[in-house]
């Protein structure tokens, strides 16, 4: 009688999936998430003559934008949204800003390093100063979401070495906002405009600042007015103003500053957790992290069944792009490792060496924010094809292998009481 | 960025109007969802010239399928079928039994009332036998997913009226479904295949029968079993089972009995209530009604939303179709409370007359599934545009009015203590 039967079935299986493969994965001391990337891999992929599994469940990614594979993207974005929400309610701002010589560091060395790593490397494999240009840029992404998953499974969000990871995360994706545009002006007209990258910054930065002043000052003004004013009516024999439900107001901010900050140009994540840490004094009291969790479990998922469902094993034939690919893979680890490690150590001496692996791997994952630079760099047709494939596979492997090394970091700061619940993780 | 920054704007803008009407009208004792669907009304009907609001938010209605509005709908669709898996977790299957013959007349007379006078009243008006066997059929629906959020809002699920009105919306929507079997077969061969329809009504009732007795016996020996085989696991100094997550079990049990339900042609909400049911004895464990309730709590103002943006003032500008609508909402107001009155005084003689009315008005919004049938007699040429507009109109009016005369006739039963709390209706 209706039109979502094929939906339906396309969601519940997919969630199984993910789900099973998360189970059966983190039984063998493998984080979860790693699990769901690969059963995207694999279902992306599985396709015996003309018969795909992915065609049966109406998911059809190439060609023209099916309905199927819409939904999948839209639930993966709405995934980390959520994701990044709650990290950002579980994030006092006052922590954030402990940290913030530490995490401003991290994030400028983790930029500057693999930039430069990756311009010249392709300027020494094809000379191409545009491929070159693009290639640094995807370099400089980090995608927090992974992090994040990892360091909430494992509940270690008050540590030092995760709010340093996050506030750099958040650092890292202006930066690499002002790259990407420095990258677009220099190879769309050869040449840069100072005054539009100043803009964009300049608004990036604004945005950012103010969060974190009416976190500190507006939000908790506003909080005591709305008890004082219910104080009163309760004194005065009258009934409390019945308010606005809690979630309805967390799910509109949550959206709301993901919207505002994907139009300033930032990451709609970086918006969701900014919005989270907005609320962050009132999440316990609100019950607001329960509440979102059970959203985000709905829809994260389908966050990494699309990682690895961008992996187009058919298009990896080539020897040359496969050994191009593995030297990007390797360039990207290493630099992101070392430039992050050293901006840990410059930025604050007291962190270990332990401490200072945990921030090193906890930035490698590019995720989507790199396969965002490489289709943005395809569609102005300044990239190549075979670049684009390297660039998504560099995504997908950072993302994949970032966790267990991040996970065996933090086991060793963090050791027993603090180790990954299997509970938590299927 | 991003392609999603006008996808969050479009959720924003949504959710925050919806909420906001749903305050101002329980702010005027008018239940909340009611302001939820005249938002509906206005934002789709709101242009001034070239400009219309929900082409701003890119939600295209008519003509080719929008993204936008694929998303408003499929959000409210997941909305009510959420609505109805929590209802099915409040819904235990004992209790639901103990009200079986009530709600067997109930459903009965209901469904034969507004059938026969649907039928003689388009004979009457053009005696095209096809246009009235569709509208009968439009007139048999009973769309409990309004009645359900009345009654989970008032907090009155453990009613016996509620428990009356929610096992007969499920036998309602099996008997419904054979009456739209017969009236397709007979409008497009000009015969009923009667083979064919006891088909799916074995197949529904089989279905119906076995989630019943699966929640009674079988589910409650598998919860012992796991139970069991922890405890020895325990006892042998081993570590119990990590286990599944229990609210991603409960999602796919919703999606999975949704899609189950709709593949065999009954609606995707009574699979939902149905699976719902299955897990209510674990509900309260579980704490799956919480967490439900926050995932219903995002989609859920959507599903009253695209309620109300089904009306198309602009169509309702001649004077005999508004007053054949006029007919047909008095009608299907008053055959439904009529029949279901009648069915609740013949199965329970020990309902009060307050407690008749209750039943009466809860089972007379059309909804969706009013909304579904006329739309298949639109597709298959048998249904005039006219016609549709009307049922249209009666589906979202018999929505519109139901919830108030329900919320009266419940506080005359259930006065003061379970009066409706505001703070739940925002």
Request: hydrophobic share 55%; aromatic share 8%; glycine share 12%.
């Amino acid at each position: 009688m209706d039109e979502y039967g094929p939906i339906l079935l396309m969601l519940v299986t997919l969630i199984v999936l993910a789900r099973l493969a998360s189970g059966v994965f983190s039984r063998f001391g493998v984080p979860g998430l790693i699990g769901e990337i690969v059963i995207g891999i694999v279902i992306a992929n599985l396709a015996i003559g003309d018969w795909s599994f992915l065609g049966m469940l109406g998911v059809e990614m190439g060609g023209a934008p099916s309905q199927g594979y819409e939904i999948v993207k839209l639930f993966a974005e709405l995934g980390v949204i959520f994701l990044l929400f709650a990290v950002g309610l579980e994030t006092k701002v006052k922590d954030l800003l402990s940290v913030g010589k530490a995490a401003l560091l991290v994030a400028t060395l983790g930029v500057l390093v693999p930039l430069m790593a990756g311009i010249a490397l392709i300027l020494a494999y094809d000379g191409n100063m545009n491929h070159a240009l693009f290639l640094g840029a995807a370099l400089v992404a980090t995608s927090v979401g992974i992090t994040a998953r990892v360091i909430k499974d494992m509940k270690l969000i008050d540590t030092k070495e995760a709010k340093i990871i996050i506030g750099a995360a958040v650092i890292d994706d202006v930066l690499g906002m002002m790259v990407l545009a420095i990258v677009v002006g220099m190879t769309a007209s050869g040449g840069v405009s100072v005054s539009h990258i100043a803009m964009i910054s300049a608004e990036a930065l604004v945005f950012v600042v103010a969060v974190l002043a009416a976190a500190l000052w507006v939000v908790p003004r506003l909080y005591r007015y709305f008890e004082e004013r219910d104080k009163n009516r309760i004194a005065g024999g009258g009934r409390p103003h019945p308010g606005v439900n809690k979630l309805v107001l967390a799910i509109a901010v949550c959206l709301g500053f993901s919207f505002f900050a994907d139009m300033i140009g930032l990451a709609a994540i970086i918006g969701a957790f900014l919005g989270g840490m907005l609320l962050a004094e009132y999440a316990w009291e609100w019950k607001l992290d329960e509440k979102i969790e059970s959203i985000t479990t709905l829809f994260i998922s389908f966050f990494f069944l699309n990682v690895g469902m961008q992996v187009d094993l058919g298009s990896l034939t080539s020897a040359s792009a496969l050994i191009l690919a593995a030297v990007v893979i390797l360039l990207a680890v290493a630099t992101k490792y070392v430039g992050c490690n050293m901006g840990a150590r410059l930025g604050d001496r007291s962190l270990s060496k332990g401490s200072r692996n945990i921030i090193g791997f906890g930035m490698v994952p590019r995720g989507e924010v790199g396969i965002i630079i490489a289709a943005i760099g395809l569609a102005s047709g300044v990239m190549t094809s075979e670049l684009y494939g390297v660039v998504i596979l560099m995504a997908v492997v950072t993302t994949i292998i970032a966790p267990p090394l991040l996970a065996r970091a933090f086991r060793k700061e963090y050791p027993p009481e603090y180790s990954l619940t299997q509970d938590d993780l299927i």
